[in-house]
């Protein structure tokens, strides 16, 4: 079940990183998620409701963190969810084109009757440019954040982005592992 709960942490803080992670508290995730989840992971049988109250957790204590590691008073805060929102959408669609993309490109390459060069380099060109939408993507939201924080806050913020996603896959790897390694 950890790769359900990682993708719904990735899903959250990647794809909705409405209440992006900040600093310090980048490890407690983890902690919160096996805390807050029921001593451990969800099982394969949780509900969406059961699935949405552990996203809205995770949102929360994420949120807290952010204002706190960026020292956002009420006002900035404000500011900061309303951008990351709107992006977060943007986000969330631009991932989710790219995750069907990839699974064709996969598809595509593995059908050992037909090879479809002509489709493969399609797939290959929208990769490509889905990258490209992302890093306008981010430097959008950049020039919206720099109307309220400080080229400090804005380093902090994506740097702990950047430690969350490496703990995601961290998490995804391990979970992973876990369904290989035979039970005993």
């Known amino acids: 079940m950890r790769i359900r709960i990682s993708r719904l942490v990735f899903a959250l803080l990647v794809c909705s990183a409405t209440y992006s992670v900040a600093g310090a508290q980048v490890a407690r995730p983890n902690r919160d998620l096996r805390g807050r989840a029921g001593r451990g992971q969800l099982s394969d049988s949780a509900t969406p409701a059961e699935q949405q109250a552990l996203v809205r957790r995770i ?45 064709a490109l996969k ?47 804005r380093a902090k913020l994506q740097a702990l982005r950047e430690q969350l996603n490496r703990r995601v896959s961290q998490m995804q790897q391990q979970g992973l592992a876990g369904r290989r390694s035979p039970q005993r």
């Open 107 to 153: 598809a595509a390459m593995e059908d050992t009757g037909t090879v479809d060069q002509t489709k493969i380099a399609q797939y290959l060109s929208e990769l490509t440019q889905a990258q490209r939408r992302r890093a306008d993507l981010i430097d959008a939201e950049q020039k919206e954040l720099s109307a309220f924080l400080t080229p400090l806050q």
């Open 59 to 103: 949102r929360q204590a994420f949120g807290g963190v952010v204002r706190r590691q960026l020292n956002l008073n009420d006002e900035n805060w404000k500011k900061f969810e309303r951008v990351d929102r709107q992006y977060q959408r943007q986000r969330t669609q631009l991932q989710r084109e790219e995750r069907q993309t990839r699974f």
